[in-house]
């Protein structure tokens, strides 16, 4: 029988620091007998730690062909701070897929605008990761990413990837620029004017602190994207995972269930306005 509240263990293969504070772990199944996990743009896992409870995190890539998975972890609490302090070929626990996707099929031939702020680009990187994996089925892509210095930004190498393929502009914006920075300065919302996609037919992925979010909304309206074309992530608010504990319940949805992703229109809904 199989019990929706255990864990299966994963194996820590890689593991890469992005910042002072934030690491990607490259995970994979620990045992033939789990399959792989399959799972969608913007969906999430439980992952636990023996003695220091579990918490959600999105995935941070696209499934491997090879059954690996990646998620990116900042250090603010007990439990991150403890999974900093693994090595590779450690054990975790993990549950999910848990959580709802995107609309890609409405997103087919249509623009993409993503807009993140700090360590909120993880869990956009599966989408963009998908987005570029069948490229030639999606529109203009326009990336805008802020972070507080250049020290804190993520995946670098791979922004520097994003970049060349067609169609293709990356914006970079920080609070605290240092000596060797060249970049635009300040808040992610500095960089909106540089937006060129037509907001009509565009689609908008936003993921940040809860401020950033507001704020981001607020002026791609202005912009003219249509409010169920904007899409934000709202991960802050689960605990269990599978709509048990009540925790992220919000004017009858569960984050974890009926989320974490909500179109601008569906969090209007919920009480959560711009």
Known sequence: MNNEYL????????????????KTFLLCLNHRAYGRLKYKPGQFLMLSLAGFGEAPFTFASIPGKDGRFQVSVRRVGALTNALHQFKEKDIVGVRGPYGNTFPLEKLKKKDLLFVAGGCGIAPLRSLIQYVFKHRKEYGKIEIIYGCRTPGDRFYRAEMESWQNNPDTKVHLTVDEPDEKWGGSCGVVCVLFPKIKL????????????????????????KFGFKEPNIWASLERYMKCGIGKCGHCYLKGKYVCLDGPNFSYSQMKELGIEA
Do not use: V
């Open 7 to 22: 864990p299966k263990k994963a194996i820590i293969e890689k593991i890469i620091q992005e910042s002072s504070d934030t």
């Open 198 to 221: 037509n907001p009509k037919t565009s689609f908008a992925f936003i993921c940040g602190p809860a401020l950033m979010i507001k704020f981001a909304i607020r002026d791609i309206l």
